[in-house]
């Protein structure tokens, strides 16, 4: 099937890229939380680590889709091909 305009409906791998995506978000937001709540620097830095360690598995999944801010979809932002 053709895509011929931003707004086709996704593929079921596109969907499957999507739900891990998803996946990975709420494992950053959780432990965006973590950052705020724990006082031991140690901790905190990791935590930096990790978060971006999964930003850059996010972006690995699909590179031809632009970054997602926080709480978006990144099929919201696909590229034309």
Avoid: N
């Amino acid at each position: 099937m053709k895509r011929s305009s931003r707004l086709a409906f996704p593929s079921i791998s596109e969907w499957a890229i999507c739900k891990r995506c998803d996946e990975i978000e709420k494992t950053i937001q959780r432990y965006r939380w973590l950052e705020r709540v724990v006082m031991d620097q140690i901790t905190v830095d990791r935590t930096k680590e990790l978060i971006a360690d999964l930003q850059a598995k996010r972006a690995a999944l699909h590179p031809q889709v632009m970054p997602a801010p926080p709480g978006e979809s990144c099929l919201m932002l696909r590229l034309t091909r």
